[in-house]
């Protein structure tokens, strides 16, 4: 067994260890060390600072984990954001809203309202004035289902608001540690 001289990162005492021993406990400061065995010299390193560095790592990685779900989430949004737009005259794509689906449904009631009235004061066969009732139906269906869209979309973005600032809120807090 050779017994080698090493220096306590702690306080600086002079030890005496085995080469075969791995980690020692400093005598005079009470300091948990590693003893490293190089190719040309034997020394010290405190244990807390290595655990401390781990820590610290750890905290890193959960940040960029975070920074990571938080990237995922935009890319979802973006995508699900798509499948609620709407095309509208010349491929022009839009975000529904409540207000445009009943202006639109309205114009559409009061388009086939007007197509009746004109269709029977001109004494126009029985099917012409119908197709007025099939406007109003159309615009009734769209109406419905533009103002269900707008709301879908709606709270979806509220959701995908919170979920995003409750991550940056967890990014935050780990960052000031």
């Not at 639109?104 to 197709?131: D, Q, R």
């Not at 769209?142 to 269900?148: D, E, F, K, L, P």
């Amino acid at each position: 067994m050779k017994v080698t001289k090493v220096c306590c990162q702690g306080c600086g005492a002079d030890l005496q260890v085995d080469e075969s021993i791995r980690f020692v406990t400093c005598n005079y400061c009470h300091a948990r060390l590693e003893i490293v065995h190089d190719s040309t010299v034997t020394h010290t390193r405190m244990l807390e600072h290595i655990g401390r560095t781990t820590e610290q790592m750890a905290g890193n990685l959960r940040v960029i984990e975070l920074q990571n779900d938080l990237a995922r989430l935009d890319r979802e949004w973006a995508l699900r954001r798509e499948s609620f737009m709407v095309t509208g005259e010349n491929g022009h794509r839009f975000l529904p809203t409540e207000t445009g689906s009943l202006l639109g449904g309205g114009a559409m009631v009061l388009f086939g309202i007007v197509w009746m009235v004109l269709t029977s004061w001109m004494e126009a066969p029985l099917p012409f004035p119908l197709f007025g009732l099939l406007f109003i139906g159309f615009a009734i269906f769209g109406t419905v289902s533009g103002a269900s869209k707008a709301s879908d979309y709606r709270n979806a973005e509220r959701q995908v608001s919170r979920q995003r600032s409750a991550l940056l809120r967890q990014i935050e807090g780990l960052r000031k540690r």
